[in-house]
Structure formats: C-alpha cells, structure tokens
C-alpha cells in the first residue's frame, strides 16, 4: 500500500524523511523505517536546535543537502584530483551511480536503494567492479559529511562490500596466444608481449616511458607513482623485451603513445575485439573466439609460466611486486594441467620395501626424497 506524505514528513525508498527550516536553515534527515520514527526524530532535533545559542557556532550540520550528481561533481574537483591517482577509475564509477541514483539528494541515498542498485549492476559487470563503485560512493558521503553536506549520523558503515573471489586461474593457452597475436592490433601487440614476458600490470604498461628504461642493467624501474604497492620495484628484461622496446621508443618519451604523442588510456575494448576474432575456424560464425580472458590474466600467465619453467616463487614475488609470498602463491600460481602431468611423469619409481604383520609390501617413493613420509 502507498505510504502518504504529511507535513514535513516524506517516503521514499522503504524510509520516512522529515524536512523543516528554523532560523533561516533547512533541515533534511532521514527519520527511520516508520511514520513514528521520523516524527520523534524530528523533535529531538528541534529540541536540540531551541536548547543550542545561536552564536556558539556548534548548530547540527546545515542541511544544504546537494543532488548526488553535482556534489560528485565538486568531489572529483576538490578531492579525487588532489589526493587519489584513481580519480579517473572514481569518474567511471560516479557516472554508473548517477545514472542510477538521478537527481535525489544525499540524503535520500538510502541503504535500501544502494541495495537496489547492487542488484541491478550484478546482472551487468563483475562484483569486483561494484566494489570498486561502492568503496567511491561510500568516500563521496564520508567526504560529504566532512565538509557538512550530510548529516553525521548517515548509516556509512552499513554500506557493506561483496566478498570477492579473487583466486582466478586464467592462463593463455599456446595456440590462444597465437591466435590473439594474429588479430591484435599494431599497437596492442607490443603491450600484450610486454605483459607475457614481464608480468607488469596494465596499468604500468601504459604509464612507462622511455627514462624508466635502463638496457645497460636490463631493467625497468616501476616508479612509485605508477605502482599499485606504492613501492618502486625492478622487472627484468629478456632479450624479446630489450628488443621490442627499442624499436618502440628511441628517443624517449611514453613507450606506447598515439600519434599525438599521448599515451594510451584504455585499450580494453580493443583487447576484447582481438579475443572475439582470434577464432579456431574463422569461418564458423558461432566460434565465440577466446572466452574469458581479461588483460589482467596475461600477469597470470606469465607467473605460471615462470613457475612451470623452474622459477624462484620468492624472485616471482619480487618481480610482480607483491608484499608477501602467500599472494603470489594464491592467486598467481596456477600449474597447468600438462605441467601437473609431467611433473608426475617425472618421479622415478623406486620400490622400498616395509615389514607389517609378517608381509613385505611395496612402496613407492620419489626420487627427490630420501625417505618416506608417514
């Protein structure tokens, strides 16, 4: 049934908000789930404003009460651009959220709607992304209440996160790697070969300029200010990198850059085509091509590959720039099945003999090991 508005009163989205002025000031709060909530709400807090002297300078937040959109706005003007390198990723999230939310005001943001909202993105995208697009909304109202747009008792930290599964084990196969080579673009090529070989994020790819180049140490400096960690950290270079980026950028500058010179910001709808079109049968129209593979699962691939090829898992960490041995080991290390099967294949059998109730039974111990285990 209808829920009907009285007078200072409002329902919206499952909850009750009060809306008064007193002493030249607009006053807008959420007031609960019930009529009665709200209207006892409301007079706590018109008590409270009556009880306070005007000129002590400590009156309950003034409601200016901004639309989400143009207080967003002031946020990636004032906050995002002076104190967060991702305040390009909080654009592409503000504009998912206020296509969604519209024109309400901060403080019609209810718990409910932001629920109705991560329901509505998870039929879309990965809960990775709503993450990301909820960690922003919940800053933009913290900051908000900060600068007194909203009132300090908003539910802030019952805005609750998806846990992620953050365990994928995504690896290029030979022949996928081929195929994704034949269709990528030119200048997506070079980018795809670099992440293989090195393990670098995309991120640090797009980012890395010719003066982080060191071809005496065969190194790449990875700067603070393009690393994940925060940290600076070397990658080492093979002999395809060395070459591959000499020919890229010679006389400095960004090592991948359009012809303006400027570098790539985003080259996902480009990696996407290139895996839809790298087809087993390029005649056979329903052949989807190489299915979910994200750029991301080439740093994947590479660690396994180290792995798989006798690497050091402490020397892998180092080189992707983990903070502990554990991560590398969890989410980076995914043997393939050949790999498993070789590896196997590789254990010499060797009988060794045991005494139990008078029988001699056969057991079977690996070359590497000198005994057998319990």
């Known amino acids: ?9 409002k329902f919206r989205d499952g909850n009750y908000y009060f809306d008064f002025s007193f002493r030249g000031k607009r006053y807008i709060r959420l007031g609960g789930s019930t009529k009665q909530a709200a209207k006892d709400a ?43 390198r991702s305040w390009q990723r909080d654009e592409y999230s503000i504009a998912r959220l206020s296509a969604f939310f519209g024109r309400r005001h901060l403080s019609q943001i209810s718990l409910l709607l932001i629920e109705k909202y991560k329901l509505e993105r998870k039929a879309k995208v990965s809960t990775a992304t709503i993450n990301r697009e909820l960690a922003c909304l919940k800053t933009i109202l913290s900051v908000a ?8 008792s908003f539910p802030l930290k019952k805005i609750e996160l998806t846990e992620e599964n953050n365990t994928r084990t995504r690896v290029l196969l030979p022949d996928e790697e081929t195929r994704l080579m034949a269709e990528a673009t030119p200048h997506l090529r070079p980018m795809i070969t670099l992440a293989l070989n090195t393990g670098m994020r995309l991120g640090e790819i797009l980012k890395l300029r010719r003066e982080h180049i060191n071809f005496t140490t065969r190194m790449i400096t990875i700067p603070v200010e393009n690393s994940k960690s925060k940290k600076t950290r070397l990658v080492p270079m093979k002999d395809e990198v060395i070459d591959l980026i000499r020919g890229l950028a010679p006389a400095g500058g960004f090592i991948f850059r359009k012809r303006n010179s400027e570098p790539y910001k985003n080259i996902t709808t480009g990696f996407k085509a290139a895996c839809h079109q790298a087809k087993k049968d390029p005649e056979d129209e329903k052949d989807p091509g190489i299915v979910n593979l994200l750029f991301h699962d080439l740093r994947h691939t ?12 402490v020397i892998l960490s180092k080189i992707l720039g983990h903070s502990t041995i554990s991560i590398t080991y969890n989410r980076y290390c995914h043997p393939s099945n050949d790999a498993m099967l070789a590896a196997v294949e590789n254990m010499t059998e060797k009988p060794a003999q045991h005494e139990r109730q008078g029988e001699r039974l056969p057991v079977y111990v690996s070359a590497t090991s000198s005994k057998v285990d319990s």
């Open 145 to 152: 209440i900060d600068w007194n747009k909203l009132v300090a």
């Open 1 to 9: 049934m209808k829920q009907k508005n009285e007078r200072n009163l």
């Open 42 to 84: 409301m007079v706590r807090l018109r008590v409270e404003l009556l009880n306070k002297p005007e000129s002590d300078g400590r009156y309950p937040i003034e409601a200016e009460d901004p639309v989400f959109p143009d207080f967003a706005k002031e946020f990636i003007e004032l906050y995002a651009k002076a104190k967060k």
């Open 302 to 313: 590479f660690a396994t590959r180290f792995i798989e090829a006798g690497g050091n898992v």
